[in-house]
């Protein structure tokens, strides 16, 4: 007699470094909770309780989505725009869902005016600045508490408010912890390697927003082919990305997700993550659906003009059993649905095109570089910086546009000719 053993699934475990397994161990969680029950802290209304984070982006970096290429070739290729700029974000969100203005930190000596498109109108409460290595520093930090944080976060009434924070060592400077100490500001760091458990903007945010960001980038490449991504791209496909993950649903999702609001210190425990190196649980493979037998007719079939050959394949299985037509009318069939993908493709191939070559042309016309000046009492570039530049600039263009058709006249024709009786 044989033992028979049964086959099952088995799931691939996810990837995750082993600094962040080691930061989100039970007891840290539990000891940072403590502070979360600290009596001035406990009494910070949802309303004045903060997170601030930073999110680095690659400027030409889309989905990693499927690649069709013709059946006759071994290989398909995917076009992918060879910027390679990063520039990191610094977002900030509240408990109870709203959102504070972006500070986009760009890589370089200085912000160029030739980034920014035509219409600003979308990018009036943003803020600006350069740096060598593309992200925050010690300086950057401490201006983004005093210009942004500070003025946008008021309490209504006077109070303390409460900012967390990942423990970046631009947060931990004597004059950040001064600054906030005088503007009444709890200051409190989460443990190290543990944002991707006890983090409210890593929990909800950074992922659907970076998610959202690589499809509009994706969508753009589709449309310009060969053509750079420019800083122009990278601000209009963050801006759908940023409005598409910056709800009040999101934000609070994030903050119930990590416990901190409401503060309940069982949620971050019960994570996957928060469990010893030695060990690793997996969850029971969930049974899939059963799918419906091919050819079962509807109860209730509501007829609608198909768009393409996947619905007038769905209605001819509604109304029409496959084992009782003839051979003939499948073959019909399958013809008429053919005929209806290659119309589409053909339609689709031409609207392709005709967008793709209105945005190359557009972002391959030369832009010459114009540094942006900021205020010199304040670090960070404002749009109306840029409309003032862009202003200077076209009046320095339109000075030479009159220099270059006075070369173009003749001497004498600018001479008055006088006659003397």
């Given at each position: 007699?044989?033992?028979?053993?049964?086959?099952?699934?088995?799931?691939v475990?996810?990837?995750?470094?082993?600094?962040?397994?080691?930061?989100?161990?039970?007891?840290?969680?539990?000891?940072?909770?403590m502070?979360?029950?600290?009596?001035?802290?406990?009494?910070?209304?949802?309303?004045?309780?903060?997170?601030?984070?930073?999110?680095?982006?690659?400027?030409?970096?889309?989905?990693?989505?499927?690649?069709?290429?013709?059946?006759?070739?071994?290989?398909?290729?995917?076009?992918?725009?060879?910027?390679?700029?990063?520039?990191?974000i610094?977002?900030?969100?509240?408990?109870?869902?709203?959102?504070?203005?972006?500070?986009?930190?760009?890589?370089?000596?200085?912000?160029?005016?030739q980034?920014?498109?035509?219409?600003?109108?979308?990018?009036?409460?943003?803020?600006?600045?350069?740096?060598?290595?593309?992200?925050?520093?010690?300086?950057?930090?401490?201006?983004?508490?005093?210009?942004?944080?500070?003025?946008?976060?008021?309490?209504?009434?006077?109070?303390?408010?409460?900012l967390?924070?990942?423990?970046?060592?631009?947060?931990?400077?004597?004059?950040?912890?001064w600054?906030?100490?005088?503007?009444?500001?709890?200051?409190?760091?989460?443990?190290s390697?543990?944002?991707?458990?006890?983090?409210?903007?890593?929990?909800?945010?950074?992922?659907?927003?970076?998610?959202?960001?690589?499809?509009?980038?994706?969508?753009?490449?589709?449309h310009?082919?060969?053509?750079?991504?420019?800083?122009?791209?990278?601000?209009?496909?963050?801006?759908?990305?940023?409005?598409?993950?910056?709800?009040?649903?999101?934000?609070?999702?994030?903050?119930?997700?990590?416990?901190?609001?409401?503060?309940?210190?069982?949620?971050?425990?019960?994570?996957?993550?928060?469990?010893?190196?030695?060990?690793?649980?997996?969850?029971?493979?969930?049974?899939?659906?059963t799918?419906?037998?091919?050819?079962?007719k509807?109860?209730?079939?509501?007829?609608?003009?198909?768009?393409?050959?996947?619905?007038?394949?769905?209605?001819?299985?509604d109304?029409?059993?496959?084992?009782?037509?003839?051979?003939?009318?499948?073959?019909?069939?399958?013809?008429?649905?053919?005929?209806?993908?290659?119309?589409?493709?053909?339609?689709?191939?031409?609207?392709?095109?005709?967008?793709?070559?209105?945005?190359s042309?557009?972002?391959?016309?030369?832009?010459?570089?114009?540094?942006?000046?900021?205020?010199?009492?304040?670090?960070?570039?404002?749009?109306?910086?840029?409309?003032?530049?862009?202003?200077?600039?076209?009046?320095?263009?339109?000075?030479?546009?009159?220099?270059?058709?006075?070369?173009?006249?003749?001497?004498?024709?600018?001479?008055?000719?006088?006659?003397?009786?």
């Amino acid at each position: 007699m044989t033992n028979r053993i049964g086959l099952h699934e088995a799931s691939v475990p996810t990837r995750i470094d082993f600094l962040r397994v080691e930061g989100a161990t039970a007891d840290k969680v539990k000891e940072f909770f403590m502070l979360m029950h600290i009596p001035d802290i406990c009494k910070i209304p949802p309303c004045n309780r903060w997170n601030m984070d930073e999110a680095g982006i690659m400027e030409g970096i889309g989905d990693n989505g499927l690649v069709l290429g013709s059946s006759r070739k071994n290989w398909a290729a995917q076009i992918q725009s060879g910027s390679r700029y990063w520039t990191s974000i610094i977002e900030c969100i509240s408990a109870t869902g709203r959102h504070l203005k972006p500070l986009v930190i760009y890589k370089g000596k200085g912000v160029q005016q030739q980034w920014f498109p035509d219409e600003l109108d979308h990018l009036k409460e943003w803020q600006f600045v350069a740096s060598p290595k593309g992200w925050t520093s010690n300086s950057i930090a401490l201006e983004w508490l005093r210009d942004v944080f500070i003025p946008s976060t008021k309490p209504v009434t006077p109070g303390w408010r409460l900012l967390i924070v990942d423990g970046h060592k631009s947060h931990e400077t004597i004059e950040f912890m001064w600054e906030c100490f005088k503007n009444k500001i709890w200051l409190l760091f989460l443990p190290s390697h543990s944002s991707h458990v006890l983090q409210p903007l890593d929990l909800s945010i950074f992922s659907i927003l970076k998610r959202a960001y690589r499809l509009y980038l994706s969508q753009q490449q589709i449309h310009t082919d060969s053509s750079p991504i420019g800083k122009m791209t990278f601000l209009k496909c963050y801006h759908l990305a940023r409005q598409a993950a910056l709800t009040v649903s999101n934000i609070l999702a994030g903050w119930k997700a990590s416990g901190l609001w409401p503060v309940n210190v069982a949620v971050p425990l019960m994570s996957p993550y928060v469990v010893s190196p030695k060990f690793t649980f997996q969850t029971r493979p969930s049974t899939p659906p059963t799918t419906p037998v091919a050819g079962m007719k509807r109860k209730e079939i509501a007829i609608t003009t198909p768009k393409g050959s996947h619905e007038l394949r769905g209605l001819i299985r509604d109304f029409i059993c496959e084992k009782e037509v003839d051979p003939t009318i499948r073959l019909l069939f399958r013809k008429i649905c053919k005929g209806l993908d290659e119309q589409q493709i053909q339609l689709s191939i031409s609207n392709t095109e005709n967008t793709r070559l209105k945005e190359s042309n557009k972002l391959l016309q030369p832009k010459k570089r114009r540094t942006v000046h900021p205020d010199p009492n304040k670090r960070f570039i404002k749009i109306s910086n840029i409309i003032d530049a862009r202003d200077r600039y076209k009046g320095q263009l339109d000075a030479e546009i009159c220099a270059q058709e006075l070369e173009n006249y003749i001497f004498e024709e600018l001479c008055f000719t006088w006659q003397l009786e």
